[in-house]
Structures are given as structure tokens and as C-alpha cells.
């Protein structure tokens, strides 16, 4: 199988003695979210309600009521826990005045750096800006290199679902053999006013995607020319409808038997 050619260990290396220790690259799924621990506080309190009702009841609630449950979705929390987190590994002030171009930077360990450490203005050249950002982007010098392997980059994205509104990482594709180094491109959000940014933070999420998983051609189709499709999807809703417990495993086995039953 491919996957056994995979990587099982990635190494990361930081050039700065003492960072990789202090502000080390981060497994996305330890990354603690606010709003996931209220939710999912949310989400216990409801279950354990809905065990003191008649069981027709409290299958009806827990559909009516789902949507208030985003830590439930397979989509968001699949998303939340893959990959790499790579952080701030010092302080950092940004200062604009409004003007939406100005920018002051201030960096508190500059004795670390030998410029391999910095956050600076970065020209956005021809690139367009989405509208209330500064016209160009923040670009900080992590450090951080990882150790080429072959067939693999990663997805630079943003750190998605957080707390984090100040900045936003730029989405791209890193390949460590044409560059190796951690330099973290972001959107600035803040037109008017003095942020500190504080060292171990987290600046954007690395999703790591194989040259061997090659991107298949597509086949469009109209609504009337996939019944099968039509059957197969509205089953699979009536399962996850009247799933109260809501094993996205279990509902994910059935689907693929499901699928198999109908289209083989």
C-alpha cells in the first residue's frame, strides 16, 4: 500500500538555541480551543437531559437542537486536530495609525535573531487585498526549517476556529526541498492600533499532502442523470437524522456499505 511509504517521524529544526524547547512546533490536535470546551459543556449538559426524557423526545430535541452543537461536526474537528501548528517564538508589537498602509514593528528579542528571527512589512505587490486589511502583509522569520522528505509538502493555512482575530495566515504550498525555512506570510487585520502579540502563539497550521495521492480528473453530471446518487444521499441522511448518539465512525462504516451496495 502507499501509505507504508509514508513518513512515520517529520523533523523539524529551529536555528535559534533554546526555541525548539520553549516554543516547539505543536500537533494541531493539542491545540486548546475556548470555545470547544464550552460547547462540548454545552453539548454533555444537553445529552444528559435528554436521557431523563422519553426516548422519542429526546431523539426529536437532539435533532431540533443539533446545530448548537458545532464541536459535533466531523468536518470542523477532522480539521482542527490535522497536521502542524507552528507558533510565535518571541514578542511581538504591531502598531498601525489607520491609514491602512503604516506599519511599526518592534521585536523584543532582537539578540537572538543574527536576522534569522524578525517579524517586518512585506510587500504585497500585484497580489489583491481583501477589503478593512493592511495593504501589505507581516512577514515573520520563525527559525523553524523542516527536514525535506520526499514526495511530501504541506498546505499552509490559517489556524482556523480560534480566538485569533488580529491576523491570518496566507494559504500556499510549502516544498521544503526548493525552501525549508518557516517563514510565515499573514494578513493583518488590526487598521488602528498598538497589539502584542505574545511568543507562542499560534501563526498558522501545516497539513502535510503526498505526491503519490495524485489529483483525479473530474466528471460533471446533471441532477437527473445520478438517481443512484439521489438514493444514496438521502439514505445516508435519514442515518445521521436518527443517529441521537451520533458515531461519526459508525455512521461513516455504514455509509461505505451503503455506497457500495448501491453504485456495485
Known sequence: MLFKKHPKTLKFINLIQGVAETY?????????????????????????????????????GFITNNKFFPVKCPGLRTFMSTGYIITLPFDVIVETNGDGKTIKTENFQPELSFKRMKVEEFNSGDVPMPQN???????????????PVKGLKFLVCPVSYTDETRFSCVNGILDPFLSPEMNIIL??????????????????????????????KIEIKTAVSGPDFFRYVNSLTNIKQNSAVRDY????????KLFDKIFN
Not at 487598521?191 to 497539513?207: D, S, V, W, Y
Request: with cysteine; proline share 6%.
Open 187 to 216: 494578513y493583518w487585520h488590526v487598521l488602528n492600533g498598538r497589539e502584542f502579540i505574545k511568543a507562542g502563539t499560534p501563526l498558522c497550521q501545516l497539513i502535510p499532502i503526498f505526491d503519490n495521492l495524485s489529483q483525479p
Open 133 to 147: 486589511m493592511l495593504k501589505n502583509f507581516l512577514k515573520i522569520e520563525t527559525g523553524w526549517n523542516v527536514i
Open 24 to 60: 516547539p512546533v505543536l500537533e494541531a490536535k493539542n491545540i486548546e480551543r475556548k470555545w470547544v470546551i464550552t460547547n462540548g459543556k454545552k453539548l454533555h449538559e444537553f445529552n444528559e437531559y435528554i436521557k431523563s426524557k422519553c426516548p422519542m423526545s429526546a431523539l426529536k
Open 249 to 256: 465512525k459508525k455512521i461513516k462504516d455504514v455509509s461505505v
